[in-house]
């Protein structure tokens, strides 16, 4: 079965410093693959995907993932932090026992604390 | 709309008490999700309706969990007999529905803000 692994539960990162967010994934053949943030009160909003093409994807507020196939990973990276980044982020995978893989399976998250 | 609107976005509830909660999909969206999420966890699966069916319902965890689409617009997630353990978030996400193999970024879920549910 499809299943997505956040390693790190809380991490906490200094304004301006540069982030990285771990997502590995298990799935023989090409995932889709997302990242959501999730603030306080909020809805999930997308940051960025994955279908296939170019393994490094871009997406708002700065932010960028790599496909690595080898690894099996598909980290999330920003070069500097803002306070406004603080939130709850969820890797995912389109969970391909369901119809055309649009059902997501989700990891169980990493917060992200952001220090002045 | 422009979003996926989710009522109430609070619900708190006595143990044995039957919830509803609905879902308002952003227009001409086909496809309509219904995930949980409990605290300290990501979102998980319930159930997934394709215009007014229930497409996959893998993801309800007893016979007390159950969702409508009649029109194959709102849905409404219904709650019988709660316990303590069904408080948690629900997550309403909508999107576009692909033909089989050609997933495209016009097919992402986009979600609700969600409706908590406490159960005393």
């Known amino acids: 079965a499809q299943s997505v692994t956040q390693p790190d539960i809380h991490i906490t990162v200094s304004e301006g410093a540069s982030l990285e967010l771990r997502c590995n994934y298990s799935y023989g053949a090409t995932p889709y693959l997302f990242w959501y943030v999730q603030s306080p009160g909020q809805g999930l909003q997308l940051l960025l995907k994955y279908f296939s093409g170019d393994t490094l994807v871009q997406g708002i507020k700065g932010f960028e993932a790599e496909f690595k196939r080898s690894q099996s990973s598909f980290n999330l990276r920003k070069p500097s932090v803002h306070w406004s980044d603080a939130a709850e982020y969820f890797c995912a995978v389109g969970d391909l026992t369901k119809e055309a893989g649009t059902a997501l399976i989700f990891g169980k998250g990493t917060t992200l604390s952001v220090s002045s | 709309g422009a979003g996926v609107s989710q009522t109430p976005s609070n619900k708190v509830t006595e143990k044995g008490k039957y919830v509803e909660l609905r879902c308002d999909p952003i227009?001409?969206?086909?496809?309509l999700y219904w995930y949980r999420q409990s605290l300290g966890q990501g979102p998980e699966f319930l159930i997934y309706?394709?215009?007014?069916?229930?497409?996959?319902d893998s993801g309800l965890p007893n016979d007390r969990f159950f969702a409508v689409r009649p029109e194959g617009s709102v849905s409404t997630l219904k709650i019988q007999r709660t316990e303590r353990g069904d408080s948690a978030v629900y997550l309403c996400?909508?999107?576009?529905?692909?033909?089989?193999?050609?997933?495209?970024?016009?097919?992402?879920?986009?979600f609700g803000a969600g409706s908590r549910l406490t159960v005393l």
């Open positions: 227009s001409g969206h086909t496809a």
């Open positions: 996400a909508s999107s576009l529905f692909p033909p089989r193999g050609t997933l495209s970024g016009a097919n992402v879920l986009t």
């Open positions: 309706f394709q215009g007014t069916g229930a497409a996959d």
